[in-house]
């Protein structure tokens, strides 16, 4: 069976060599990812990171574009002025990121490893203990060019547009103050003529379409706008996701973790 992944790279390349050999896969970006234009911005919010609670990450792109800019804050983040700034993750891959710049796993807040989601609202729940009247917040976000389906724009983790939103919204509740900085740009990509190609086959030919992000759908349906997806198989790794799938017409729509493992029994499930 064919698995179509439409993650953004490296992330497509690295989920295609975890599937051969079970799947016929092969990457098929459907997001393309630059740095913001406003570094300025980036860096000046880099900054006042001891003057945050928490400063949340949306995807493990809005870590690597936010460190590039501000290159030696993962040493400031872990001075002793700065330990009250927790991180916050969405997910395993941008906890990872967070790891990676150095930060220390005491600092990094993000959901169970067998939470049924990773989004924002698993996140809230593990984190809503540490905000109180006063508290400063930064969400490190993209920003995008998607058309508006319905369905909401997000992030790699594929609810953030959704979930940052409505963590915000938690967070005001709660008393605290909430700022955004752009860290990255999402776009559409630019197919050749094979990938279009490849693309409209997949609508009928019983691939299956691995979606990650409710944009990366969002583009899907804007770069083939008279694609028939009556007979298109796609797996979600959210309810989000899965919704944006099934408003562009997919005819089969399934939905699993986040997960490599989950991933793989729902695919299976579908051979």
Same mark, same amino acid.
């Given at each position: 069976?064919?698995?179509?992944v439409?993650?953004?790279?490296?992330? @497509?390349?690295?989920?295609?060599?975890?599937?051969?050999?079970?799947?016929?896969?092969?990457?098929?970006?459907?997001?393309?990812?630059? +740095?913001?234009?406003?570094? @300025?911005?980036?860096?000046?919010?880099?900054?006042?990171?001891?003057?945050?609670? @928490?400063?949340?990450?949306?995807?493990?792109?809005?870590?690597?574009?936010?460190?590039?800019q501000?290159?030696?804050?993962?040493?400031?983040?872990?001075?002793?002025?700065?330990?009250?700034?927790?991180?916050?993750?969405?997910?395993?891959?941008?906890?990872?990121?967070?790891?990676?710049?150095g930060?220390?796993?005491?600092?990094v807040?993000?959901?169970?490893?067998?939470?049924g989601?990773?989004?924002?609202?698993? $996140?809230?729940?593990?984190?809503?203990? #540490?905000?109180?009247p006063?508290?400063?917040?930064?969400?490190?976000?993209?920003?995008?060019?998607?058309?508006?389906?319905?369905?909401?724009?997000d992030?790699?983790?594929?609810?953030?547009?959704?979930?940052?939103?409505?963590?915000?919204? #938690?967070?005001?509740?709660?008393?605290a103050?909430?700022?955004?900085?752009? +860290?990255?740009?999402?776009?559409?990509?630019?197919?050749?003529?094979?990938?279009?190609?490849?693309?409209?086959?997949?609508a009928?030919?019983?691939?299956?379409? $691995?979606?990650?992000?409710?944009?990366?759908?969002?583009?899907?349906? +804007?770069?083939?706008?008279?694609?028939?997806?009556?007979?298109?198989?796609?797996? @979600?790794?959210?309810?989000?996701?899965?919704?944006?799938?099934?408003?562009l017409?997919?005819?089969?729509?399934?939905? +699993?973790?986040?997960?490599?493992?989950?991933?793989?029994?729902?695919?299976?499930?579908?051979s």
């Amino acid at each position: 069976m064919r698995v179509i992944v439409t993650r953004v790279q490296p992330q @497509a390349d690295s989920w295609v060599k975890q599937l051969v050999g079970r799947f016929d896969a092969l990457a098929l970006p459907l997001i393309v990812v630059s +740095a913001a234009r406003d570094v @300025a911005a980036v860096q000046a919010a880099g900054k006042r990171w001891a003057d945050y609670t @928490a400063v949340m990450f949306v995807s493990s792109h809005a870590v690597q574009f936010f460190f590039e800019q501000n290159m030696a804050l993962a040493q400031t983040a872990q001075a002793p002025s700065a330990l009250i700034t927790r991180a916050w993750a969405t997910g395993p891959g941008t906890r990872a990121a967070l790891l990676k710049q150095g930060l220390a796993a005491t600092l990094v807040d993000s959901p169970a490893t067998d939470a049924g989601q990773f989004d924002s609202e698993a $996140l809230w729940q593990s984190v809503r203990q #540490q905000i109180t009247p006063g508290a400063r917040v930064l969400i490190v976000r993209g920003n995008s060019s998607a058309v508006n389906t319905g369905a909401g724009s997000d992030d790699a983790d594929g609810t953030a547009g959704v979930g940052r939103d409505w963590l915000a919204q #938690q967070l005001r509740q709660a008393g605290a103050t909430v700022d955004f900085v752009v +860290a990255y740009q999402r776009g559409a990509p630019v197919w050749s003529a094979s990938q279009r190609a490849l693309a409209s086959a997949a609508a009928s030919d019983g691939s299956v379409w $691995l979606f990650s992000s409710a944009e990366a759908v969002q583009y899907l349906g +804007a770069l083939l706008p008279a694609q028939d997806w009556s007979d298109a198989r796609a797996l @979600a790794t959210h309810q989000r996701i899965a919704q944006a799938a099934r408003w562009l017409g997919f005819g089969l729509v399934a939905q +699993a973790r986040p997960t490599l493992a989950d991933v793989l029994v729902s695919l299976e499930s579908l051979s």
